[in-house]
């Protein structure tokens, strides 16, 4: 952060004040403002006590008035917003703090030390474009076909092969799966010893740290490597404009740039909210994603507790007597139906004639965008069984290697067989031993990481202030991880002492504090973990 200029920092922070203030839940953001000294806590309390819409305002003006009083705190801000669990509380923070890194030339953290970024000649299908690996790491769009940003899935989707969702398999780089290449992402530079990474990321976002560098040889399946264009993170946007496309084949399904014809494409006066908007049909509740909103039929773009659907799908399911056209007055958010958040172009209506990238690459991404557990986007194994998705070493047990054919979650595999295991009195059960019972617990496990109230009880919390002197035996669910991993626990017993240890020494740290919402947490998920253990075990 040190080679960060402060006047960019301020300058950055003027720009995306707007969507920091419309974050969804700003608490642990402005509680560790509160503890950092940047706020005082009458401020933090008072903008949590405020309804979204004043919320949102209040958090702007406070803001606005760090910027313009006490810009000398501005690098303090950016310090605290880098933390992994205060990024992992908010997409918006991570887009947040993505702008300032990628505004800034060569800024180490991006990709992690000595790593550089590769433009690679990519194919699927009939479909050509170049692969950006400094894009590609961050999870955003990193596939240039002509002037368009496409994501692995919709290139994918491009090429005619969109129905498999295996598209490290799908797309190749000169004739090879890209998978192989993301397995090794090391290269030499020519007339150097030296050997550095291409730029990609491990599912966590970092570098990697021990992968052994090795050069593909030249073969018939993976033919001249020296196409490969090594370029630097700052200039990869503006090279975009530069780049000549080989096309090998017509392409068949084309997305032409044709903007006149595109109905939709009006000038954004988007409100400025949350990316992901609660709505509900009756007593049916969901979560409507705004970039995945195409229109009524289009876009599965409101994600239920099973699945991923369309504006129609959930009215039938709310509403079985429903006329299709009464979709968008009988959804709605907050007060407002869909019909008023078009009008108000909170949402973007994409008429039914509309070839714009989503359009042509619609009902492929039957998935969650970000990963259940960790709330971050990256490289993804999706769950067949429902719409979650995963970083690898995010789920319970970590996933090695890349699934081929079928593969569902931990949730998934367990709720299909929970019906045919057997029940015992608690008494018994707390006995028994954990390697006949071990999807039980990594079910369970694995439920509360997917919690977003889990985020302050996944990594070792001693570092928080004096938490030591209060706590003799510190818990955090990673250890738990590693502790079932490692087969430290013998019987079940065990492993549920550790897990109500987690809950306890929440409570006991915060029992004296003001501000009850890291107490409630742990409460709610004690409560969320002991229902879930009765349900796996009892049978009473």
């Not at 020519?190 to 550095?196: D, L, M, S, V, W």
């Not at 990697?208 to 200039?235: F, G, H, W």
């Not at 000549?244 to 399904?253: G, L, Q, R, S």
């Not at 507790?305 to 799908?313: G, I, L, N």
């Amino acid at each position: 952060m040190e080679e960060l200029q402060h006047t960019h920092q301020v300058k950055i922070f003027r720009q995306k004040k707007t969507e920091i203030a419309a974050m969804e839940d700003p608490f642990l953001l402005l509680s560790a403002l509160k503890d950092s000294d940047v706020i005082d806590e009458q401020q933090c309390k008072d903008v949590l006590g405020l309804q979204r819409m004043e919320r949102v305002r209040a958090l702007y003006h406070l803001l606005e008035e760090l910027e313009k009083e006490r810009s000398e705190q501005i690098p303090l801000f950016w310090q605290i917003l880098q933390k992994d669990h205060i990024q992992r509380s908010s997409t918006e923070l991570q887009a947040v703090w993505r702008s300032l890194l990628e505004s800034v030339p060569d800024v180490p953290e991006i990709h992690g030390e000595g790593s550089i970024s590769l433009v690679l000649p990519v194919k699927c299908g009939d479909a050509n474009g170049h692969l950006y690996s400094g894009k590609l790491s961050t999870g955003e769009p990193s596939i240039l076909v002509k002037d368009k940003w496409l994501k692995p899935s919709q290139f994918e989707a491009l090429g005619g092969k969109g129905q498999n969702k295996k598209w490290k398999q799908s797309i190749h780089l000169n004739g090879c799966p890209l998978q192989d290449f993301l397995e090794d992402v090391t290269t030499q530079q020519a007339g150097a010893t030296k050997k550095r990474t291409f730029g990609f990321q491990d599912e966590r976002g970092r570098a990697p740290k021990s992968k052994q560098s090795k050069v593909p040889e030249a073969s018939k399946e993976c033919p001249d490597l020296e196409t490969y264009t090594i370029i630097s993170d700052s200039e990869a946007e503006e090279s975009k404009e530069k780049i000549e496309f080989e096309i090998h084949a017509p392409i068949k399904k084309t997305v032409p740039d044709n903007s006149a014809k595109k109905k939709h494409c009006k000038d954004s006066k988007a409100k400025d909210i949350n990316s992901v908007l609660p709505v509900k049909c009756g007593s049916l509740t969901g979560n409507l994603s705004r970039k995945r909103f195409l229109n009524e039929f289009r876009g599965k773009s409101i994600r239920t507790s099973k699945r991923w659907c369309t504006p129609v799908e959930f009215l039938r399911e709310a509403f079985s007597s429903k006329k299709d056209a009464e979709w968008n007055s009988c959804i709605y958010h907050e007060q407002n139906t869909l019909k008023d958040l078009i009008k108000e172009k909170v949402l973007e209506y994409h008429n039914e004639d509309c070839q714009c990238v989503d359009c042509v690459a619609d009902a492929l991404d039957m998935n969650d965008d970000e990963c259940q557990p960790c709330g971050q986007g990256g490289n993804l194994i999706c769950c067949d069984g429902c719409p979650r998705s995963f970083h690898k070493d995010c789920h319970v047990p970590p996933i090695t290697g890349t699934p081929s054919g079928e593969w569902k979650c931990t949730l998934c595999r367990y709720s299909e067989i929970r019906t045919n295991e057997p029940l015992f009195q608690r008494s018994q059960f707390l006995n028994l031993e954990i390697k006949d019972h071990l999807l039980r617990c990594q079910f369970l496990l694995l439920k509360i990481y997917c919690e977003p109230k889990s985020a302050p009880f996944l990594d070792n919390p001693c570092n928080l202030q004096r938490y030591c002197e209060v706590i003799e035996k510190p818990m955090w669910l990673e250890k738990i991880k590693q502790n079932l991993l490692n087969k430290k626990y013998k019987v079940i017993e065990e492993f549920v002492t550790d897990m109500h240890l987690i809950f306890s020494n929440c409570a006991k740290y915060n029992q004296n504090k003001s501000n009850t919402c890291f107490r409630k947490f742990g409460e709610d998920l004690k409560e969320l973990f002991d229902d879930e253990l009765k349900m796996c075990f009892c049978n009473s």
